[in-house]
């Protein structure tokens, strides 16, 4: 029994590497987020498997159900909605419960929205902290306060809903911290703005911005 974590594409769908494409052919079956999402991705590969969902949302009601059909089969693939499965998704629950079970657990690896915002951002890269999303209201004061006194680069998660939000509070509680903020890596629109914070709200001011985002702060201390 193997479950291999497949990396997929987090925009452009060329940069699926071969060995996920010849895995996602060979397994049994594909654990999923989203089955639309996947879906997509495997008829743009004229790939078709049997795929079943697993996301925040069930992850405890058929974490075991999915275990048990995993013993049935000769190998099987788990796939996120974009990027490197478990890293800021589900999986890892899944993952510790099959390891309980002697499945083997095999990396495809590829893409991964942290490592590629990293790569261009020009700040430190041989040590960083990865924060995924802050928490949305209990305790996220806290956390940026911690963070203000990181002494390594900062990598967050944010959506278009609160990357207003959050830039208004690194101009609170890290002013002077260099940030780069990255929007769409890899797709059609992608952009980076560099700056510290009032700078990049500033130039985010009145202009329509969509998708996801990933933030790079530059290590306490560090200068331009």
């Not at 996301?55 to 490197?84: R, W």
Request: with cysteine; glycine share 4%.
């Amino acid at each position: 029994m193997k479950l291999f974590i497949v990396s997929t594409p987090i925009g452009n769908l060329k940069d699926i590497t071969l060995r996920a494409i010849e895995t996602l052919k060979d397994v049994d079956f594909i654990i999923c987020e989203d089955t639309r999402v996947t879906g997509n991705l495997l008829k743009h590969f004229e790939i078709s498997k049997e795929f079943v969902s697993l996301n925040a949302f069930n992850e405890s009601q058929k974490l075991f159900q999915i275990i048990e059909k995993i013993k049935t089969a000769e190998s099987v693939a788990l796939v996120s909605d974009s990027g490197t499965p478990t890293i800021s998704d589900p999986g890892i629950r899944l993952i510790s419960e099959a390891l309980k079970h002697n499945i083997e657990i095999i990396p495809v690896p590829g893409p991964s929205a942290v490592i590629a915002a990293l790569s261009v951002s020009g700040l430190p890269t041989e040590s960083f902290v990865f924060e995924g999303f802050l928490p949305q209201k209990k305790g996220r004061q806290k956390k940026l306060k911690q963070l203000s006194e990181e002494e390594r680069t900062i990598v967050l998660y944010e959506s278009v809903y609160r990357i207003e939000k959050l830039l208004d509070e690194l101009v609170e509680f890290m002013p002077e911290r260099f940030v780069v903020v990255c929007r769409e890596l890899t797709k059609k629109f992608e952009e980076c703005w560099r700056g510290f914070p009032a700078e990049i709200k500033a130039s985010l001011t009145n202009k329509t911005v969509k998708g996801e985002f990933v933030i790079v702060i530059a290590p306490k201390n560090w200068r331009v």
